[in-house]
C-alpha cells in the first residue's frame, strides 16, 4: 500500500488544463488538502469534473481505483488533478538518454548517414570518456555499433570519421511534450498524447 503512495501516478495539469507534470499520490493528497489543486473525478470523455478535497475523500471507491487505506476508510487516488492557481505550461528539455539522442538525431548514424534500428544503433562519445570526454548533449551522438567499436577511444578525424552535424542540445519544448503514460492510466489519454 505504502509503495503506491511514492509511485509517480499522478498527471497535473495547469489551470487551463494542460499537463504540466507528474506527481505521487502523498503530493497529490498534500496539495488537494491545502486547496493548491484539486482532483478531477473522470468517469470516461463525457464526465469530468473538478472535486474539492472535503468531496474527494467521501467519493466512493470503485473496484478499478487505486486507494489508501486511512483511520477514515478507503481513499481513492486521484489520476489528475489540477493546480488552480497555476497558469504556466513549464518548458524543460527532453532527458539525456540513449533515446533522446536517438530521436534528436533522426535515428541515424552521425558519421555514415546509415539509417539505423534502435538495435543497430548506440550512443558514441565524440570526445571519449577516457579523455575527458562528458555525458553531455554536445559529446553524444547516436552512431552505428560497427561504427562506434571501430572508433573505439579516438577522436573522430583519428579514426577517419567525420562528423554530419555538430551536436547540440534540444530546444526546450513545452513539459506536456515530455510526460508519457507509462503506467497507461486511462484518464490521462484525455490530456497527454500518446
Not at 137 to 143: D, G, Q, R, T
Request: proline share 7%; charged share 25%; glycine share 6%.
Amino acid at each position: 500500500m505504502n509503495d503506491i503512495l511514492n509511485k509517480s501516478i499522478v498527471l497535473v495539469l495547469n489551470r487551463n488544463w494542460q499537463a504540466i507534470g507528474v506527481r505521487t499520490p502523498q503530493d497529490a493528497f498534500c496539495q488537494m488538502a491545502t486547496n493548491v489543486a484539486t482532483a478531477l473525478e473522470i468517469e470516461g470523455e463525457n464526465h469530468v469534473r473538478p472535486v474539492t478535497w472535503g468531496e474527494w475523500i467521501t467519493l466512493a471507491v470503485r473496484p478499478q481505483d487505486n486507494a489508501v487505506q486511512t483511520v477514515r476508510g478507503p481513499i481513492r487516488v486521484p489520476t489528475v488533478i489540477v493546480a488552480v492557481n497555476y497558469a504556466k505550461v513549464p518548458k524543460k528539455r527532453p532527458r539525456l538518454c540513449s533515446r533522446s539522442i536517438r530521436e534528436r538525431d533522426g535515428n541515424r548514424c552521425q558519421y555514415t548517414g546509415r539509417m539505423l534500428r534502435p538495435d543497430e544503433g548506440s550512443l558514441d562519445h565524440v570526445l571519449p570518456r577516457s579523455r575527458g570526454g562528458k555525458n553531455a548533449w554536445e559529446n553524444l551522438v547516436w552512431a552505428g555499433k560497427d561504427v562506434n567499436a571501430r572508433k573505439g577511444n579516438r577522436l573522430p578525424h583519428e579514426a577517419g570519421l567525420k562528423l554530419l552535424s555538430v551536436p547540440r542540445a534540444p530546444k526546450e519544448v513545452p513539459a506536456s511534450a515530455t510526460i508519457r503514460n507509462a503506467h497507461g492510466i486511462a484518464e490521462w489519454k484525455l490530456f497527454v498524447r500518446e
